[in-house]
Every structure is written in C-alpha cells, then in structure tokens.
C-alpha cells in the first residue's frame, strides 16, 4: 500500500537524510513525497536541531534542471538556492530510499506561484472587476499551460520518481493566506467563491472558441460583487454548498460559465497526462472532497481518466466526514484510478493518536488505495508513531 510522507528536503538534511528514512520505514511509510516546485511560507521546524523558522524562496524548483526544456517559452522557471547549494541532494535521496525500499515521489505545486505572477500578470486569474490574483495562474492561459507541460517534461527528465504528485492544477479560492490579507466584513463561503471566478482574456477566448460567450457572466458575478461590498447580498452558505453549482440554475449565464469551467481543468489534466504517461504514475491531489471540489473547477471524475490516482486531502473534519468523503467517489472514478487520503498529523485537528487511527481505519474500512500524511518536519518525532499505530491497527 502506498503510504508517502510529504516532506521538506531542508528537514531532511537538519535532522540527517538516512535518519529520516530511517524513522518514516519504522514507522509503517513506504515512501517520500519531496517539493520538486513550491511556494514561499514560514514554516514552523520542530524537527530541525539546526532552526526553528525556515522561509522557502517563492516560487522555485528543487531539482538539478539545466531549464534548456524552457527555452522558447514566455514562463521561465528560477532554480532555488537550495538545489545549487545541495546539487547531490536527490542522488543521496534516490540512493538511501533506495536501500530502505522506499519510493521517492514529486511533490509539485503547479500553478500557484506568486513569484510567476508578479513576472507574469497577464498568465493570472482576473476576477470579475479584473484584478489580478497574482498568487493563481490561470488554467486557461495558453503560456501557463505550456509551462506545465514543460516542468513536467524537465521533472521526469532529470528524476526518475514512483510518482508525481499534483497541487493547485487548478483555480483556488479567493482567500488563501496571502501575505497579510484583510477582509473587513467577513466574506462568506459564496462571496468568496463568487471573487475567486475568472474572466481573463485567456478564459474568454477559450470559451468563445467553444461556443460560450462569458461576458454576461462576468457581468453577472460583477454586479454580485457590487452587492457583496455593499452588505445588500442576500444567500445561504448552507444551500450554495449543499446544491453546487445547481444553486446558480437561475442565473443562467453564470450557470453555463461554471459548467465550462470544470473543463478547462480536465483538459489542462489531459495535456499534462501525455506527457507523464508511460514515464510515471500521475496523482492529483485535490485540497476537497468530489462533492465540493466543483469551488475550484474540479471534476474529479473527468480528471480520473487523465491520471492514475487521485489523493484527497481530508483535512478539518472527523471519521464520519471522511467515510461519507470516500463514499462519494463510488462508481465516480475511472476503472483502475487510485484514491489516497491525505492526512495531517497534527493538533488540535487531531486530539490524539486515537483520533487519528479512526480516521486512518475508516479509511481502510472504505477500501483507500493509499495514504500521504503531512508533514515530516513539521511535526513531534512522537507523532510518526500515530501513523505506525494506525496501519498496524
């Protein structure tokens, strides 16, 4: 069974890259799951003897590319600092994995790169009124897409992973812990997914090549925004979740755009699949379940048949939400596409290891593929047995 550990390669080297693979085998995990491309934080290190706060670069990639496979195109990556100064990292992880019996998978975030939106504007999600959400790059954009296509490319060149692991391959929501965010009035759930929409050049062109014109959605959601800043707004969180995008049924130009939207992702999906097919196992990782996961124009059924396995992160809830989660999937995927939980190994979401192992159990009750668990350095050494305890059990 597939049980990977997402973890940070600065983590590994602190706390000393065999001891580390060393802990995460005895401790029932099958694999790392290491940042290939990630975006900036601060990060908490309990585990490191060397610091306590790390602050990532924004927006770089951690592999030994010679980035020639980007030449041509308008998106240019930037090497992170740390590969330059561990150029052997990855030789030293494939080879200790290696001799634990241990995979090694990509853990890629793909378009939510804050560095590539402020270089690149125009590659970004416009809401309603225009503005550019530097932090999302759009789906749609022809470049951002040639980008994707060509990271992976250059990844599977340069690293023979089990597996690649894809974050944000899709829109995000309105708030996602920028840089000091202010929000004066306390958006709901559907205000912030009504400014998280996209009408950007690209979305326009895509969509009117396939027959849909989306200016009167936008002018729509615009005018919805309006009402939203003025406090005059009227709806149900509770209804606008429960019925997805049926709540929209009587707004039918907005109705139309988001049925489309959920394309855009698939096909993104698809393109990037030609490209991995053959070379590694492609997962999606999705931050919602299926039922919610149309928030970010994800059809995670369509996306089933463009990858080998979906890994759904379930976050924030208890077992019960967790086994109605994976039962939503039931005769949804694509005939032989894995699904995996993934798992924070953290508190207060977890009062303790007990609570942990329902979720873990109910997991397996419900015939999960797998499991990804966050985050090695992130956590007490003590928290590794939580895992250990719940695949045993």
Known sequence: MYASMWSYPWDLLDCGLEKSLDEMKENGLTGVSMITSYHAGRFLCIRSPKRKIYFPEDG??????????????????KKGAFIQEHPDFWDRLFSAAAERDMTVSGWTVCLHNTRIGMAYPDVCVRNAYGDTVYYNQCPSNPDARAYMAALLDDLLSCLPLYAVELES??????????????????????????????????CAERAKKEGLDILPAQRQVRAWLDEICAGTMKGSDREFLASGIEYFRDSPA??????????????????????????????????????????????????????????MCSYDCDENQTRRDIRGFEGKLAPGTKLMVGMRCFTPEYADGDAFARKVRVSLEEKADGFNFYNYGLIPESRLSWIRNSLKA
């Open 60 to 77: 770089v990639i951690y592999y030994p590319s010679d980035l020639t496979r980007f030449r041509g195109l308008k998106i240019q990556p």
């Open 254 to 311: 907005v109705y139309e755009y988001l049925k489309w939207r959920s394309t855009v992702v698939t096909s993104l999906m698809k393109e990037v699949h030609q490209v991995t097919s053959g070379r590694t196992r492609l997962f999606f990782l999705s931050l919602l379940a299926n039922t919610s996961s149309w928030l970010f124009g994800v059809d995670l059924s369509s996306i089933s048949a463009e990858c080998e396995g979906i890994v």
């Open 169 to 202: 391959m899709n829109f995000m929501g309105h708030a996602h812990e920028f840089h000091h965010e202010k929000d004066g009035i306390g958006l709901t759930a559907l205000q912030d997914f009504l400014f998280s929409l996209c009408f950007c050049p690209s």
